[in-house]
């Protein structure tokens, strides 16, 4: 069949959505490691109407088909925030991505690359940079190390096959993406233990438990610190209040008051840190689909999840704050007071950290204080046009 024609077209109609999204669970069904995230939120990414990153960006879908057969698919995609953003943040103007990479194999992953790269040529663009699918706050990079295990939730998997067929089309790494994995139920290290402590004692600091009963206003309040901490990072693109409110509505069913904790300096909440239970250890065995009796069982489950794994995804001190110890009592103490409820309510074993710029040596050096490895590493590649 490798040597039927390869055709790459434009994914158009809704029908061709439905195959471009089904292709991932055909070509990754025989990994134990990939979860097959719920086929209604892959739908939504892609949907105009459902996610408002289409109210600054817009994204062309490509499919591969041999032999009347998909076999591969891409996005090429800009988003008109990230152009105004510091070159020297690693976006700006000229700048173009891809994403949402599925290959059968060497042959159709160039094939692939090189019409996205056409298109965003034909927007202008002067560089290309991915997998960022659709954006830096949805699954960005490339799986390059930690191929042995199932990712968390929010976390992409990928062969390992696909970083060379990237690198052979001429893309290189720009930055690199760090997972922790660490063991939570036998504590933290001394040395995070006495800054805990020592924050508690001071007085300074209050941690509070995030109040779901005012839910719409909590979860913009933690993005807004997001914006706020993250905005000299590498890759930052601010969210917009559309996009606030509609993660704060995906997120609303999986977040659990004890395992969101926002800290308090003298009545200002200055940082925040949210934890969410694996639900990855549950989705592993849906297919994809909550029908027709998954439903019951995950709401059954949320009510009261066990699970081994906690993940990290956000975390944030306002800039202000940054590089001085007050930062470091906050980090820690958010960390090690979630960590208590994470073993006690949840049963959890472990702990999932990230991701974690390879350049952001403060968020880096959290990650190892509190016994953490670098668990995983998802790469992003540039290619100049």
């Given at each position: 069949?490798?040597?039927?024609?390869?055709?790459i077209?434009?994914?158009?109609?809704?029908?061709?959505?439905?195959?471009?999204?089904?292709?991932?669970?055909?070509?990754?069904?025989?990994?134990?490691?990939?979860?097959?995230?719920?086929?209604m939120?892959?739908h939504?990414?892609?949907?105009?109407?459902?996610?408002?990153?289409?109210?600054?960006?817009?994204?062309?879908?490509?499919?591969?088909?041999?032999?009347?057969?998909?076999?591969?698919?891409?996005s090429?995609?800009?988003?008109?925030?990230?152009?105004?953003?510091?070159?020297?943040?690693?976006?700006?103007?000229?700048?173009?991505?891809?994403?949402?990479?599925?290959?059968?194999?060497?042959?159709?992953?160039?094939?692939?690359?090189?019409?996205?790269?056409?298109?965003?040529?034909?927007?202008?663009?002067?560089?290309?940079?991915?997998?960022?699918?659709?954006?830096m706050?949805?699954?960005?990079?490339?799986?390059?190390?930690?191929?042995?295990?199932?990712?968390t939730?929010?976390?992409?998997?990928?062969?390992?096959?696909?970083?060379?067929?990237?690198?052979?089309?001429?893309?290189a790494?720009?930055?690199?993406?760090?997972?922790?994995?660490?063991?939570?139920?036998?504590?933290?290290?001394?040395?995070?233990?006495?800054?805990?402590?020592?924050?508690?004692?001071?007085?300074?600091?209050?941690?509070?438990?995030?109040?779901?009963?005012?839910?719409g206003?909590?979860?913009?309040?933690?993005?807004?610190?997001?914006?706020?901490?993250?905005?000299?990072?590498?890759?930052?693109v601010?969210?917009?209040?559309?996009?606030?409110?509609?993660?704060?509505?995906?997120?609303?069913?999986?977040?659990?008051?004890?395992?969101?904790?926002?800290?308090?300096?003298?009545?200002?909440?200055?940082?925040?840190?949210?934890?969410?239970?694996?639900?990855?250890?549950?989705?592993?065995?849906?297919?994809?689909?909550?029908?027709?009796?998954?439903?019951?069982?995950?709401?059954?489950?949320?009510?009261?999840?066990?699970?081994?794994?906690?993940?990290?995804?956000?975390?944030?001190?306002?800039?202000?704050?940054?590089?001085?110890?007050?930062?470091?009592q906050?980090?820690?103490?958010?960390?090690?007071?979630?960590?208590?409820?994470?073993?006690?309510?949840?049963?959890?074993?472990?702990g999932?950290?990230?991701?974690?710029?390879?350049?952001?040596?403060?968020?880096?050096?959290?990650?190892e204080?509190?016994?953490?490895?670098?668990?995983?590493?998802?790469?992003?590649?540039?290619?100049?046009?």
């Open positions: 069949m490798n040597d039927q024609p390869l055709q077209v434009p994914v158009t109609t809704k029908a061709e959505r439905r195959e471009f999204v089904d292709l991932a669970y055909r070509l990754n069904a025989g990994n134990p490691n990939w979860i097959p995230p719920l086929k939120e892959v939504g990414l892609l949907d105009p109407a459902k996610n408002p990153w289409f109210g600054h960006g817009k994204a062309q879908l490509f499919l591969a088909r041999r032999g009347g057969e998909a076999v591969g698919r891409i090429a995609h800009i988003d008109f925030l990230a152009l105004e953003q510091p070159v020297e943040q690693g976006f700006g103007p000229g700048t173009g991505f891809w994403g949402l990479f599925e290959a059968a194999d060497a042959a159709v992953a160039a094939a692939l690359l090189t019409k996205a790269e056409e298109w965003l040529r034909g927007e202008n663009s002067t560089k290309m940079i991915g997998p960022v699918s659709l954006s706050w949805d699954e960005p990079g490339l799986l390059v190390q930690g191929f042995d295990s199932a990712p939730i929010m976390m992409g998997y990928n062969s390992a096959d696909y970083e060379g067929w990237v690198t052979a089309q001429g893309h790494g720009v930055q690199d993406l760090y997972t922790y994995r660490l063991r939570i139920d036998q504590g933290f290290p001394e040395l995070t233990n006495r800054i805990v402590a020592m924050g508690e004692k001071s007085g300074k600091i209050h941690i509070r438990k995030a109040d779901k009963s005012r839910f206003e909590e979860a913009e309040l933690l993005l807004g610190i997001l914006n706020n901490a993250w905005s000299d990072n590498w890759g930052f601010p969210l917009t209040d559309d996009e606030i409110a509609y993660a704060g509505k995906k997120l609303k069913d999986v977040v659990y008051e004890d395992l969101v904790r926002f800290a308090e300096i003298d009545g200002e909440t200055v940082a925040f840190m949210m934890t969410l239970p694996d639900l990855n250890e549950k989705l592993k065995d849906y297919g994809g689909s909550l029908f027709p009796f998954n439903w019951a069982k995950l709401l059954w489950w949320m009510r009261k999840p066990k699970v081994k794994m906690m993940r990290v995804p956000l975390m944030g001190v306002v800039k202000r704050l940054q590089s001085s110890r007050t930062a470091s906050l980090a820690f103490t958010l960390i090690e007071y979630i960590r208590r409820d994470a073993v006690v309510k949840y049963g959890a074993t472990h999932d950290f990230g991701w974690v710029l390879a350049s952001n040596d403060g968020m880096n050096s959290v990650g204080a509190v016994g953490g490895t670098i668990d995983k590493i998802y790469r992003i590649y540039q290619k100049s046009l």
